[in-house]
Protein backbone atom coordinates (compact mmCIF):
# COMPACT_ATOMS: atom_id res chain seq x y z
CA UNK A 1 0.00 0.00 0.00
CA UNK A 2 1.36 3.28 -0.97
CA UNK A 3 2.26 6.04 1.36
CA UNK A 4 -0.94 8.62 0.25
CA UNK A 5 -3.10 5.14 0.30
CA UNK A 6 -2.38 4.50 3.99
CA UNK A 7 -3.13 7.52 5.06
CA UNK A 8 -5.98 8.22 3.47
CA UNK A 9 -7.50 4.96 5.13
CA UNK A 10 -6.27 5.97 8.68
CA UNK A 11 -7.01 9.46 9.07
CA UNK A 12 -9.55 10.46 6.70
CA UNK A 13 -11.71 7.18 5.76
CA UNK A 14 -14.95 8.43 5.22
CA UNK A 15 -13.89 11.59 3.49
CA UNK A 16 -11.80 9.10 0.79
CA UNK A 17 -13.12 8.23 -2.59
CA UNK A 18 -12.44 4.56 -1.08
CA UNK A 19 -15.27 4.22 1.36
CA UNK A 20 -17.36 7.27 -0.05
CA UNK A 21 -17.45 6.26 -3.47
CA UNK A 22 -16.64 8.83 -6.77
CA UNK A 23 -18.74 11.50 -6.13
CA UNK A 24 -20.97 12.99 -3.32
CA UNK A 25 -23.89 15.79 -4.12
CA UNK A 26 -24.23 18.14 -1.24
CA UNK A 27 -28.17 19.74 -1.49
CA UNK A 28 -28.75 23.14 -0.03
CA UNK A 29 -32.42 24.14 -0.16
CA UNK A 30 -32.55 22.66 -3.75
CA UNK A 31 -29.30 24.00 -5.11
CA UNK A 32 -27.37 21.05 -5.79
CA UNK A 33 -23.41 21.04 -5.12
CA UNK A 34 -21.58 18.39 -7.03
CA UNK A 35 -23.29 17.65 -9.78
CA UNK A 36 -22.79 18.50 -13.62
CA UNK A 37 -24.05 21.86 -12.86
CA UNK A 38 -21.38 24.57 -11.71
CA UNK A 39 -22.93 26.75 -9.23
CA UNK A 40 -22.41 30.96 -8.73
CA UNK A 41 -22.40 31.84 -5.11
CA UNK A 42 -22.23 35.71 -4.46
CA UNK A 43 -22.73 38.23 -1.50
CA UNK A 44 -20.55 40.86 0.37
CA UNK A 45 -18.32 39.72 2.33
CA UNK A 46 -19.78 41.37 5.13
CA UNK A 47 -23.62 42.08 5.90
CA UNK A 48 -23.17 45.84 6.30
CA UNK A 49 -26.81 46.45 6.16
CA UNK A 50 -30.26 45.90 4.88
CA UNK A 51 -30.27 48.47 1.50
CA UNK A 52 -27.09 47.16 0.30
CA UNK A 53 -28.21 43.04 1.01
CA UNK A 54 -31.33 43.90 -0.85
CA UNK A 55 -29.74 45.34 -3.76
CA UNK A 56 -27.47 42.70 -3.88
CA UNK A 57 -29.35 39.99 -3.85
CA UNK A 58 -31.47 41.44 -6.58
CA UNK A 59 -28.62 41.73 -8.67
CA UNK A 60 -27.22 38.51 -7.55
CA UNK A 61 -30.50 36.39 -8.66
CA UNK A 62 -30.85 38.35 -11.87
CA UNK A 63 -27.15 37.69 -12.68
CA UNK A 64 -27.70 33.67 -11.99
CA UNK A 65 -25.81 33.26 -8.94
CA UNK A 66 -27.82 30.57 -7.12
CA UNK A 67 -26.48 31.15 -3.35
CA UNK A 68 -26.33 34.33 -0.93
CA UNK A 69 -23.03 34.80 1.00
CA UNK A 70 -22.50 37.56 3.12
CA UNK A 71 -20.65 37.49 6.65
CA UNK A 72 -22.64 38.34 10.06
CA UNK A 73 -19.94 37.15 12.08
CA UNK A 74 -16.73 38.30 10.63
CA UNK A 75 -13.29 37.14 11.85
CA UNK A 76 -10.54 39.88 11.75
CA UNK A 77 -7.51 39.81 11.52
CA UNK A 78 -7.42 42.46 14.00
CA UNK A 79 -9.65 43.31 16.90
CA UNK A 80 -10.48 47.00 15.86
CA UNK A 81 -12.02 46.00 12.67
CA UNK A 82 -14.85 45.69 11.88
CA UNK A 83 -16.50 42.31 13.36
CA UNK A 84 -19.91 42.09 11.44
CA UNK A 85 -23.51 42.94 12.33
CA UNK A 86 -24.11 39.81 14.71
CA UNK A 87 -27.29 38.80 14.50
CA UNK A 88 -28.94 41.57 12.80
CA UNK A 89 -26.88 40.54 10.14
CA UNK A 90 -28.56 37.45 10.27
CA UNK A 91 -31.88 38.86 10.25
CA UNK A 92 -31.27 40.66 7.07
CA UNK A 93 -29.67 37.68 5.18
CA UNK A 94 -32.89 35.74 5.98
CA UNK A 95 -35.03 38.70 5.03
CA UNK A 96 -32.74 38.98 1.25
CA UNK A 97 -32.85 35.24 1.25
CA UNK A 98 -36.62 34.63 0.76
CA UNK A 99 -36.93 38.12 -1.06
CA UNK A 100 -34.43 37.16 -3.53
CA UNK A 101 -35.03 33.05 -3.61
CA UNK A 102 -30.90 32.44 -2.42
CA UNK A 103 -30.09 30.08 0.25
CA UNK A 104 -27.69 31.53 2.34
CA UNK A 105 -24.10 30.61 3.36
CA UNK A 106 -22.67 32.16 6.42
CA UNK A 107 -20.01 32.24 9.35
CA UNK A 108 -20.35 30.58 12.28
CA UNK A 109 -17.24 30.89 14.35
CA UNK A 110 -18.16 29.60 17.51
CA UNK A 111 -19.20 26.05 18.70
CA UNK A 112 -21.91 28.19 20.92
CA UNK A 113 -23.16 29.84 17.74
CA UNK A 114 -24.41 27.07 15.76
CA UNK A 115 -27.94 26.53 17.09
CA UNK A 116 -28.38 30.81 16.39
CA UNK A 117 -26.52 30.63 12.63
CA UNK A 118 -28.59 27.31 11.85
CA UNK A 119 -32.08 29.26 12.67
CA UNK A 120 -30.82 31.15 9.17
CA UNK A 121 -28.40 29.72 7.22
CA UNK A 122 -28.53 27.00 4.80
CA UNK A 123 -25.16 26.57 4.69
CA UNK A 124 -22.51 26.65 7.45
CA UNK A 125 -19.58 28.29 6.49
CA UNK A 126 -16.10 27.44 8.60
CA UNK A 127 -13.53 29.83 7.36
CA UNK A 128 -9.79 29.05 6.60
CA UNK A 129 -9.01 30.52 10.83
CA UNK A 130 -10.80 28.14 12.13
CA UNK A 131 -10.58 25.04 9.52
CA UNK A 132 -8.74 23.69 12.72
CA UNK A 133 -11.11 24.56 15.35
CA UNK A 134 -11.91 21.08 16.52
CA UNK A 135 -14.97 21.52 18.78
CA UNK A 136 -16.53 23.81 15.99
CA UNK A 137 -15.98 21.01 13.79
CA UNK A 138 -17.28 18.21 15.99
CA UNK A 139 -20.45 20.73 17.30
CA UNK A 140 -21.04 21.57 13.39
CA UNK A 141 -20.37 17.71 12.51
CA UNK A 142 -23.46 16.69 14.92
CA UNK A 143 -25.82 18.90 12.64
CA UNK A 144 -27.38 17.95 9.24
CA UNK A 145 -26.92 21.10 7.89
CA UNK A 146 -24.75 21.30 5.33
CA UNK A 147 -21.45 22.57 5.65
CA UNK A 148 -18.77 24.76 3.57
CA UNK A 149 -15.20 24.20 4.74
CA UNK A 150 -12.64 26.47 3.74
CA UNK A 151 -9.19 25.90 3.49
CA UNK A 152 -6.86 27.20 6.16
CA UNK A 153 -4.19 29.69 4.64
CA UNK A 154 -1.53 26.98 5.99
CA UNK A 155 -3.00 23.89 5.77
CA UNK A 156 -1.76 20.92 3.54
CA UNK A 157 -4.91 19.16 1.41
CA UNK A 158 -4.08 16.17 3.70
CA UNK A 159 -4.78 18.09 7.19
CA UNK A 160 -7.80 19.99 4.74
CA UNK A 161 -9.17 16.44 4.52
CA UNK A 162 -8.73 15.05 7.90
CA UNK A 163 -10.55 18.51 9.68
CA UNK A 164 -13.56 17.17 6.86
CA UNK A 165 -12.95 14.18 8.12
CA UNK A 166 -14.42 15.45 12.22
CA UNK A 167 -17.62 16.62 10.49
CA UNK A 168 -17.91 13.21 8.71
CA UNK A 169 -17.19 11.48 11.61
CA UNK A 170 -20.22 12.98 13.78
CA UNK A 171 -22.07 12.07 11.06
CA UNK A 172 -22.54 15.10 8.80
CA UNK A 173 -21.60 13.90 5.54
CA UNK A 174 -23.18 17.33 4.04
CA UNK A 175 -19.64 19.15 3.40
CA UNK A 176 -18.34 21.19 0.81
CA UNK A 177 -14.48 22.16 0.40
CA UNK A 178 -13.46 25.65 -0.51
CA UNK A 179 -9.93 26.72 -1.97
CA UNK A 180 -9.21 30.41 -1.32
CA UNK A 181 -5.78 30.16 -1.44
CA UNK A 182 -2.80 29.65 0.90
CA UNK A 183 -0.04 31.34 2.06
CA UNK A 184 3.34 31.46 -0.60
CA UNK A 185 6.25 33.26 -0.51
CA UNK A 186 4.50 35.54 -3.27
CA UNK A 187 3.34 38.96 -2.11
CA UNK A 188 1.70 40.02 -5.66
CA UNK A 189 -1.27 38.44 -4.65
CA UNK A 190 -3.07 37.90 -1.30
CA UNK A 191 -2.96 34.28 -1.25
CA UNK A 192 -1.89 32.09 -3.89
CA UNK A 193 -4.72 30.48 -5.06
CA UNK A 194 -3.62 26.57 -5.65
CA UNK A 195 -5.54 25.48 -9.04
CA UNK A 196 -3.95 22.15 -8.33
CA UNK A 197 -5.44 20.98 -4.92
CA UNK A 198 -8.60 20.90 -6.98
CA UNK A 199 -8.04 17.33 -9.39
CA UNK A 200 -6.03 16.45 -6.68
CA UNK A 201 -9.16 16.46 -4.33
CA UNK A 202 -10.93 14.97 -6.83
CA UNK A 203 -8.79 11.86 -6.82
CA UNK A 204 -8.87 11.53 -2.86
CA UNK A 205 -12.78 12.85 -1.95
CA UNK A 206 -15.82 12.09 -3.21
CA UNK A 207 -17.01 15.71 -1.47
CA UNK A 208 -17.51 18.31 -3.81
CA UNK A 209 -14.95 21.42 -4.30
CA UNK A 210 -15.52 24.68 -5.12
CA UNK A 211 -13.05 27.86 -5.47
CA UNK A 212 -13.57 31.42 -3.68
CA UNK A 213 -10.85 33.77 -5.98
CA UNK A 214 -11.96 37.02 -4.30
CA UNK A 215 -10.17 36.19 -1.22
CA UNK A 216 -7.21 33.79 -2.54
CA UNK A 217 -6.24 37.02 -4.82
CA UNK A 218 -7.30 40.42 -3.22
CA UNK A 219 -7.78 41.86 -6.60
CA UNK A 220 -10.74 42.27 -8.62
CA UNK A 221 -9.24 42.31 -11.58
CA UNK A 222 -8.14 38.63 -11.01
CA UNK A 223 -11.00 37.49 -9.48
CA UNK A 224 -13.10 37.01 -12.82
CA UNK A 225 -9.80 35.03 -14.85
CA UNK A 226 -9.08 32.78 -11.41
CA UNK A 227 -12.91 31.57 -11.31
CA UNK A 228 -12.48 30.96 -14.87
CA UNK A 229 -9.09 29.10 -14.62
CA UNK A 230 -11.50 27.56 -11.41
CA UNK A 231 -14.13 26.11 -13.48
CA UNK A 232 -11.70 24.74 -16.20
CA UNK A 233 -9.78 22.90 -13.77
CA UNK A 234 -13.20 21.26 -12.50
CA UNK A 235 -14.29 23.37 -9.82
CA UNK A 236 -18.35 22.41 -9.02
CA UNK A 237 -18.80 26.06 -7.71
CA UNK A 238 -17.31 29.62 -7.24
CA UNK A 239 -17.94 31.80 -4.26
CA UNK A 240 -17.34 35.39 -4.90
CA UNK A 241 -17.39 38.73 -2.91
CA UNK A 242 -19.93 41.14 -4.80
CA UNK A 243 -21.16 44.37 -3.41
CA UNK A 244 -22.62 47.37 -4.90
CA UNK A 245 -20.24 50.29 -3.96
CA UNK A 246 -16.77 47.82 -3.88
CA UNK A 247 -14.72 50.84 -3.27
CA UNK A 248 -16.82 51.96 -0.01
CA UNK A 249 -17.66 48.57 1.43
CA UNK A 250 -16.30 47.97 4.80
CA UNK A 251 -14.27 44.91 4.07
CA UNK A 252 -12.42 43.54 1.24
CA UNK A 253 -13.91 46.49 -1.08
CA UNK A 254 -10.32 45.73 -3.19
CA UNK A 255 -11.01 42.29 -4.10
CA UNK A 256 -14.78 42.64 -4.43
CA UNK A 257 -16.80 42.44 -8.03
CA UNK A 258 -19.62 45.38 -9.03
CA UNK A 259 -23.34 44.18 -9.62
CA UNK A 260 -22.05 44.55 -13.41
CA UNK A 261 -19.02 42.31 -12.95
CA UNK A 262 -21.05 39.75 -11.39
CA UNK A 263 -23.37 39.20 -14.45
CA UNK A 264 -20.49 39.19 -16.95
CA UNK A 265 -18.67 36.54 -14.84
CA UNK A 266 -21.76 34.03 -14.80
CA UNK A 267 -22.00 34.70 -18.73
CA UNK A 268 -17.78 33.44 -19.08
CA UNK A 269 -18.40 30.84 -16.40
CA UNK A 270 -21.06 29.08 -18.57
CA UNK A 271 -18.96 29.39 -21.80
CA UNK A 272 -16.22 27.41 -19.62
CA UNK A 273 -18.33 25.09 -18.44
CA UNK A 274 -19.51 24.01 -21.76
CA UNK A 275 -16.21 23.91 -22.71
CA UNK A 276 -15.73 21.19 -20.17
CA UNK A 277 -18.96 19.58 -20.69
CA UNK A 278 -20.71 21.20 -17.68
CA UNK A 279 -23.61 23.66 -17.44
CA UNK A 280 -24.36 26.18 -15.12
CA UNK A 281 -26.89 25.88 -11.87
CA UNK A 282 -30.26 27.59 -12.40
CA UNK A 283 -31.66 29.73 -8.97
CA UNK A 284 -34.04 28.02 -7.72
CA UNK A 285 -37.46 29.21 -6.62
CA UNK A 286 -37.72 31.90 -3.52
CA UNK A 287 -41.43 29.46 -2.45
CA UNK A 288 -39.08 25.92 -2.68
CA UNK A 289 -36.49 27.23 0.29
CA UNK A 290 -37.49 25.32 3.26
CA UNK A 291 -38.61 27.91 5.96
CA UNK A 292 -35.94 28.41 9.18
CA UNK A 293 -37.06 29.12 12.18
CA UNK A 294 -34.68 32.74 12.63
CA UNK A 295 -36.89 35.48 11.48
CA UNK A 296 -39.93 34.49 13.93
CA UNK A 297 -37.44 35.39 16.51
CA UNK A 298 -35.39 38.33 15.00
CA UNK A 299 -37.05 39.96 12.39
CA UNK A 300 -36.57 43.57 13.93
CA UNK A 301 -33.77 43.67 16.80
CA UNK A 302 -31.59 40.23 17.04
CA UNK A 303 -31.73 37.50 19.61
CA UNK A 304 -28.51 37.39 21.98
C1 LIG B 1 -15.06 34.86 4.10
O1 LIG B 1 -15.35 34.09 3.17
O2 LIG B 1 -15.84 35.72 4.51
C2 LIG B 1 -13.74 34.75 4.75
C3 LIG B 1 -13.47 35.41 5.86
O3 LIG B 1 -12.89 33.97 4.08
P1 LIG B 1 -11.66 33.09 4.65
O4 LIG B 1 -12.14 32.38 5.86
O5 LIG B 1 -11.35 32.18 3.49
O6 LIG B 1 -10.55 34.08 4.93
MN1 LIG C 1 -13.92 38.87 2.83
Redesign the pocket.
Known sequence: MSGIVARQVSSYRLTSREVGGARSIVDCAGVRIGGQAVVLIAGP?TVEGLAMLEETGRAARAAGAVML?G?AF??RSSPYSFQGLGSQGLAYLARVRAQAGLPVVT?VMAPEQVELVMRYADML?I???NMQNYSLLREVGRTRRPVLL?RGMSASIDEWLEAAEYLLAQGNTQVVLCE?GIRTFETATRFTLDLSAIPVLRQRTHLPVIV?PS?ASGQRHLVGPLALAAVAVGADGIIVETHPQPTSALCDGAQSLDLDQLAGLRDAMARVAGAVGRTMHDPVSAESLPALLGPQISEGGGCQ
Open positions: CRGKPEQGARKRDH
